[in-house]
Each structure stands twice: as C-alpha cells, then as structure tokens.
C-alpha cells in the first residue's frame, strides 16, 4: 500500500511520495504547492486549492486562508456559503484535494500518510491534524515537526550529493573506473555540511514535505 508525506502549510500545502530511492512530490493542477485555500461559488459550489485562491481575489468573504492558524480552536467557525466549518473540515478538504491527486497519479488509492507540523504545536493542534486526516478516511501513521522532516530530507540529499561529488572527482584523477572513491572522514564530513547548508535554502514545505515521505515509507503497512 502507498503512504504519502504531506505538509499541510499556512499558505501552500504538498504531497510526495518515497520511491525509487528518492522522494517524489505530485503536481496537482499543474503545481507542486497547492494552495490551503477553501471557497464556495455562488451556487454552493466548494473549491479547494488554485482555484479556491483565484476565486477569493473575487469573493474574499467566501474564501478561507491559512485555516492552520486557527487549529486547536475548537470554538473557531468560518462561514461559507451559509454553513460554518470547523479549521478540522477546511482543513479535510485541503487534505482530501491532495490525497486525491497523489491517488489519481499513482493509480490507486491512498490510504496512509505522514503529515509534517509545526514544532510549537499544542496537543490540541496536533489532535485536529489528525482528526483532518482521518474525517476523510486516511490512516495518519505519524505527525512529524517540520524541523525533523526536513532535516530528514535534507541529510539524505546531502549524501547522496556527496558521494555522486566524491565519486566523480575519483574518477577524473584515477586512471581506473574501478576502485572505489577514498575520501577522508573530514572531507566527506565537509561535503556533507555543505550539501545540507545548500538544501536548508530551499523550499521548507518541499523539505518536510520529502522528509515525511521517506518516514511514510518506512511506516507503511
């Protein structure tokens, strides 16, 4: 069965999987981050994702964004369309428009994911993450820190980085393909410090996002 890793973020959210060695994020709609977005049409139409977001620069009173920020409130409701939603229902919905991406992509159902959270979430914040996940029937096997997640991606990469580094240059300066690369402990050190420096700029919702993905796949039954 696929377990997927999934960021639900404050502004954009992400979904990936491990495979093949490496962890794989699905474009949905056209783009890796979807927008945590939810709106309704005039006709009580719910949208979630871009086009939630692009009908919010029209109807901001029916849109809702960064629903995150209001998880743990059990008193908190947002009016769309005439009904109220908890932040748990908006953000099933996000949840719900990526499984169902990463589903239509891989050709079968999802059913596990690991979700990435905030380092300073509260219980209750981490309790309706879960409850997100699992109102649309989806197996949450763990809920990750984001620091953790991404750290978990960011090591990977940089070895990997490392050794392709230290294998091409032992290549150029050996007259044999054969012998494997010998580098000392604290150049593969240094390699490695700067690979994880390099991936530490880039997109943090991609990182926790790729991070949760490959404990998805050690997690998965």
Same mark, same amino acid.
């Given at each position: 069965m696929?377990a997927?890793?999934?960021?639900?973020?404050?502004?954009? @959210?992400?979904?990936a999987?491990?495979? %093949? +060695?490496?962890?794989?994020?699905?474009?949905?709609?056209? %783009?890796?981050?979807?927008?945590?977005c939810?709106?309704?049409?005039? $006709?009580?139409t719910l949208?979630?994702?871009?086009?939630?977001?692009?009908? @919010?620069?029209?109807?901001?009173?029916?849109?809702?964004l960064?629903?995150?920020?209001?998880?743990?409130?059990?008193?908190y409701?947002v009016?769309?369309?005439?009904?109220?939603?908890?932040?748990? $229902?908006i953000?099933?919905?996000?949840?719900?428009?990526?499984? $169902?991406g990463?589903?239509?992509?891989?050709?079968? &159902?999802?059913?596990?994911a690991v979700?990435?959270? &905030? /380092?300073y979430?509260?219980?209750?914040?981490?309790? #309706?993450?879960?409850?997100? +996940?699992?109102?649309?029937?989806?197996k949450?096997?763990?809920?990750v820190?984001? &620091?953790t /997640?991404?750290?978990?991606?960011?090591? %990977?990469?940089?070895?990997?980085r490392?050794?392709?580094?230290?294998?091409?240059?032992a290549?150029?300066?050996?007259? @044999?393909?054969r012998?494997?690369?010998?580098?000392?402990?604290?150049? %593969? @050190? /240094?390699?490695?410090?700067?690979?994880? /420096?390099?991936?530490?700029?880039a #997109?943090?919702?991609?990182?926790?996002?790729r991070?949760?993905?490959?404990w998805?796949?050690?997690?998965?039954?």
């Open positions: 696929n997927v890793g999934i960021d639900l973020g404050t502004s954009n @959210s992400i979904v999987i491990y495979r %093949r +060695g490496r962890a794989e994020s699905f474009p949905i709609e056209g %783009r890796n981050l979807v927008p945590s939810v709106a309704v049409k005039s $006709d009580g949208l979630v994702g871009t086009q939630a977001k692009t009908r @919010s620069l029209i109807e901001p009173t029916q849109s809702v960064a629903i995150k920020r209001h998880m743990g409130d059990r008193q409701r009016n769309l369309g005439g009904r109220e939603y908890s932040p748990v $229902d953000s099933s919905m996000i949840l719900k428009k990526l499984i $169902d990463a589903s239509e992509k891989l050709g079968e &159902p999802v059913k596990e979700i990435s959270v &905030p /380092a979430f509260t219980n209750n914040q981490k309790e #309706d993450t879960r409850a997100a +996940g699992e109102k649309i029937g989806l949450v096997l763990a809920l820190p984001e &620091p /997640a991404a750290a978990i991606a960011s090591t %990977r990469a940089a070895i990997r490392s050794w392709s580094t230290t294998s091409a240059a290549r150029s300066t050996s007259p @044999s393909c012998s494997r690369p010998t580098t000392s402990k604290s150049k %593969r @050190s /240094a390699a490695i410090t700067l690979s994880a /420096a390099r991936t530490s700029t #997109d943090s919702s991609t990182s926790s996002c991070g949760c993905a490959r998805a796949n050690s997690q998965a039954t």
